[in-house]
């Protein structure tokens, strides 16, 4: 039965009374952020008219998430993790900010402390038969194209699995496997010697994949590298480039495809064993960065997140 409570007092001051909102202390950015929130979930429940067990199907669903540990892996599904990118992108829109890289996801399978190189980094470390090798190169480039030196590049992917060292559920890779950190000399010029990508999805069993059923929506990502670029003068840039050809390529469970994000793979059919490969044919992809200066010396846009650690 549909009853109609929430506009009153009673419900009104209950929600001041929770979030303690007319009390002195205590955190007022989270008071405030607690209020407007639950507040829009108690009138969504009184506008849908959510069921009970509707309501304790969503709180075993919160704990499943938990135990999974997919809050992150369910942000960029449901496309919160891409919103906050529009927004950012809105930002510079209205500062009158152009040109450079085009931002997209960080995603949730960041490791810090890879092992940091000059210039190039061969970070295909286990052996992976399915796995063709690929060569990743590029400039970093600042505002008028010029090479920026210092920069640190990070690098990290999955392998021919669609798994990520150190959140591989087989445990079959090894610490900072397909990742890695170069710093760029005069030239600006990057370089990581691999293996090729393949997309993710996410595990079947786990929460995410589990509202993503409901949804008829599926959980797989197009084959994709993940970067970072940061530097004392420019702006961090988190970005990443899709495999071409990749059939889900407009199709990320993510969103994080873009205009820009997607070069072009070369065949290459001698010089890989110079590389360090096996074989002498290879894949190559070029990849410049462009960086956008610090705003009166600071970056106006740098996201702090709680990241994995190895
Ligand atoms: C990934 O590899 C990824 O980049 C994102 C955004 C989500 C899940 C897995
Ligand atoms: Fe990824």
Not at 31 to 50: G, N, T
Not at 118 to 147: F, N, T, Y
Not at 181 to 194: I, K, M, R
Not at 230 to 249: A, M
């Amino acid at each position: 039965m549909s009853v109609s409570i929430f506009a009153g007092k009673e419900v009104q001051d209950f929600l001041r009374t929770v979030s303690n909102l007319d009390g002195a202390d205590g955190d007022a950015r989270t008071k405030q952020v607690l209020h407007r929130i639950l507040s829009d979930l108690f009138k969504a429940i009184e506008d849908l008219d959510l069921t009970p067990d509707e309501i304790w199907a969503g709180i075993n669903y919160l704990n499943k998430l938990g135990q999974d540990g997919e809050a992150a892996l369910l942000a960029a599904g449901i496309g919160l993790e891409h919103y906050l990118d529009m927004r950012l992108d809105e930002e510079d829109r209205i500062a009158g900010i152009t040109g450079g890289t085009p931002r997209t996801i960080e995603g949730p399978l960041y490791v810090a402390g890879a092992p940091v190189s000059q210039g190039s980094a061969k970070i295909d470390h286990d052996a992976d038969p399915d796995a063709g090798p690929l060569r990743i190169h590029g400039v970093v480039k600042d505002e008028d194209g010029q090479p920026v030196a210092g920069a640190l590049v990070e690098c990290w992917h999955a392998n021919s699995k669609g798994f990520y060292s150190h959140f591989d559920p087989t445990g079959a890779q090894t610490d900072f496997n397909l990742r890695g950190a170069v710093t760029t000399g005069a030239d600006g010029s990057y370089e990581f010697l691999t293996k090729m990508p393949v997309g993710y999805g996410c595990p079947p069993q786990g929460a995410t994949q589990q509202l993503l059923n409901r949804l008829a929506r599926h959980g797989n990502r197009p084959a994709h590298v993940h970067f970072f670029v940061t530097t004392d003068s420019y702006r961090k840039l988190t970005t990443q480039f899709n495999i071409d050809g990749d059939p889900l390529l407009w199709d990320d469970f993510a969103y994080a495809t873009r205009d820009g994000l997607v070069p072009p793979v070369k065949d290459i059919s001698g010089g890989g064993k110079a590389f360090g490969f096996e074989a002498d044919a290879y894949k190559a992809i070029e990849f410049n960065f462009g960086l956008i200066p610090l705003e009166a010396g600071k970056d106006n846009q740098l996201v702090y997140r709680l990241r994995a650690a190895a």
